[in-house]
């Protein structure tokens, strides 16, 4: 079904909300379906299935605390997967948005959130999927709002993790029109001198999407996407997909724990890179600072940061499991507009249990042992490998201490901004208006 130019983004049947292009026709279908589907037999066995699967690749290194909540925890992790399948049949292709996404209300549904246990998302990000395949051609609609995001990466992903990249597409090279729309291409064929074109290969899954707010102001693009060659099959049964995602929730749990791994193998308040982390799992346009916060009440770690000509990075905490926790809420990440600079452009952090009264608070939401990633994006780029795909350059950097509360102004640098209780309510309270806007699909909506 070829949908007329014109028609694309001004169809009120498809897109919700004057306000809010995530919200959709096909976004609220997949929750619906998804919402019911979840509470089924077969996702519930298998939902307890993996369950027991992560406690035993855990054994007897799981902490308490990360135990507590485990099965909200899990229940995130199959309504992922769940909505993931049902998207899943390249021949009837929906984007999908609000992947590895928070519990929100809008459109009249209450929906679950969609992270889980390894999965180490990016809270700026707003996710989208599209199932697509190594054999067929298809066209990636979009539109830039009027307050756009400052990037937005795309990427051929060959695993349900999403983490193994066939192909991908810098931001920056997209090119746009003067109306802010633009049109990427996918399919088995080379680029052939097409900026806008992304190539698959056999092992192609999904069209993967991080739309990345620089500040929680920004909105994500519209999109619609388009099967170009006719389906060869009629569109799979839900009772198809429903099988569909009790595999997907049982087989993706190795993947995941590994990749949570790659964080938690680390000494206690220890920290690696940063380093481009695409040859194991992650974006090739990045370079990634991985670390392991081990904190008794009266202890911080301070990490300090030299963004080394990245425009836009975002530092986020994750319990014992790799799973953000209610950052809308608490400062457990900071980004580039969220944080205040030191007078000589590094950035310094401080995690703690307790509020220290620093402005860069990274408030470890109560956990004693916790991970984090540090994301440097939009960097100078080098070649690197064959092509002339963008690779992360740059030279970020980054160095951590464990130190005692009571020390804590004695290592901080000149210039710390510091905090009074009252800035921090209002801190707070700025975060959480920001962050209500992503599901907002009217003016007068609170």
């Not at 000494?267 to 346009?285: F, K, L, R, Y």
Request: charged fraction near 20%.
């Amino acid at each position: 079904m070829s949908i007329p130019a014109h028609e694309r983004f001004a169809d009120e049947a498809f897109f919700l909300s004057p306000i809010n292009p995530t919200a959709t026709a096909d976004q609220r279908d997949l929750e619906a379906l998804a919402l019911e589907v979840v509470k089924s037999r077969t996702i519930v066995d298998a939902q307890a299935q993996a369950t027991t699967r992560f406690k035993i690749m855990g054994g007897s290194d799981i902490p308490a605390e990360a135990l507590e909540g485990i099965d909200a925890k899990m229940y995130e992790w199959a309504y992922h997967y769940v909505i993931l399948a049902l998207n899943s049949d390249s021949n009837y292709p929906k984007v999908l948005g609000h992947g590895y996404g928070p519990p929100h209300e809008w459109l009249g549904m209450k929906v679950p959130g969609c992270r889980g246990l390894g999965t180490g998302e990016n809270p700026d990000n707003h996710y989208s999927f599209v199932p697509v395949d190594g054999h067929s051609r298809f066209a990636l609609y979009g539109k830039v709002s009027d307050q756009p995001v400052g990037d937005c990466p795309m990427f051929i992903t060959s695993n349900l993790s999403q983490s193994m990249n066939v192909a991908w597409l810098d931001w920056r090279d997209v090119e746009i029109g003067e109306d802010r729309t633009f049109v990427v291409t996918i399919g088995p064929e080379t680029a052939d001198g097409r900026t806008n074109h992304l190539q698959t290969s056999l092992d192609a899954k999904y069209l993967f999407i991080r739309d990345g707010r620089r500040d929680w102001g920004q909105v994500p693009n519209a999109y619609r996407i388009e099967r170009l060659d006719p389906p060869t099959a009629p569109p799979l049964s839900v009772e198809h997909l429903t099988q569909v995602a009790k595999r997907f929730i049982i087989d993706d749990v190795s993947t995941n724990y590994w990749f949570k791994q790659m964080v938690a193998f680390l000494e206690p308040n220890t920290i690696t890179g940063p380093d481009n982390s695409s040859a194991v799992g992650g974006m090739q346009t990045q370079k990634l600072v991985r670390g392991r916060v081990s904190l008794a009440d009266d202890e911080a770690f301070v990490l300090t940061l030299s963004p080394g000509g990245s425009d836009y990075w975002v530092l986020t905490l994750y319990d014992w499991w790799l799973m953000s926790g209610n950052f809308w809420d608490r400062t457990s990440c900071l980004n580039t507009t969220q944080s205040v600079p030191n007078p000589d452009g590094t950035y310094t952090y401080v995690f703690s249990i307790q509020d220290p009264g620093v402005h860069n608070w990274i408030d470890t939401l109560g956990w004693h042992e916790t991970l984090f990633l540090q994301r440097f994006q939009l960097l100078p780029r080098a070649d690197k490998g064959a092509g002339d795909q963008p690779w992360a350059g740059g030279n970020p950097t980054a160095e951590g201490e464990l130190v005692k509360l009571t020390d804590l102004k004695a290592v901080l640098p000149d210039g710390t901004k510091w905090v009074t209780r009252e800035e921090r309510q209002q801190q707070l309270a700025e975060r959480r208006e920001a962050f209500a806007k992503r599901h907002r699909v009217c003016l007068e909506q609170p």
